[in-house]
């Protein structure tokens, strides 16, 4: 896709604001933009995406365990409901120290999301103010379960 769409638009104010701290842009089809950001900017960027470009409502929180690399990418997908936009805000953390910022005073929806994927991928994001169980038995103590390396138990033979 190429032109001057809306997404496209909003990749070049993007990319204009933030010159030194995005990492790749991507305008996938219509309605639909992925944008991979550094770690330290990713809040200033949902800042800016929320205040000067109307993207007013968070979709998702995910993560993809890039095992590999060990790195965890984590994924805001955020929502302009006037331009009907979807963004896939990325950045990527160290697997081994999985410390990210919260969004939730840049989108307050992410309360419960990133709840979710600090359960699920074991990330743990500052400022949030109830990362505790919510999914997984109250007693859980073990590899997140979203991990590629978790292993399911095996049940014990009757």
């Keep these: 896709m190429s032109g001057?769409?809306?997404e496209d638009q909003?990749?070049?104010?993007v990319k204009a604001s933030f010159p030194n701290d995005v990492l790749d842009t991507e305008v996938q089809r219509k309605g639909r933009v992925s944008i991979s950001v550094k770690r330290d900017?990713?809040?200033d960027l949902g800042i800016f995406l929320r205040d000067q470009l109307g993207f007013d409502h968070i979709a998702s929180v995910s993560g993809v365990d890039y095992i590999n690399e060990k790195e965890i990418e984590v994924i805001y997908h955020v929502w302009s409901i006037d331009k009907k936009?979807?963004?896939g805000l990325r950045t990527r953390i160290p697997r081994d120290n999985p410390v990210l910022k919260?969004?939730?005073g840049v989108w307050e929806g992410a309360l419960y999301f990133e709840?979710?994927?600090w359960e699920m991928f074991g990330i743990k994001f500052e400022g949030h103010p109830n990362l505790s169980i919510l999914l997984l038995p109250e007693?859980?103590?073990g590899i997140p379960p979203l991990r590629k390396d978790f292993v399911l138990p095996k049940k014990p033979q009757e």
């Excluded at 909003?10 to 104010?13: G, H, L, S």
């Design 4 to 6: 001057n769409t809306v």
């Design 10 to 13: 909003v990749v070049e104010n």
């Design 41 to 43: 900017k990713i809040y």
């Design 85 to 87: 936009i979807l963004i």
């Design 102 to 104: 919260s969004l939730i």
């Design 115 to 117: 709840r979710e994927t």
């Design 139 to 141: 007693d859980w103590d």
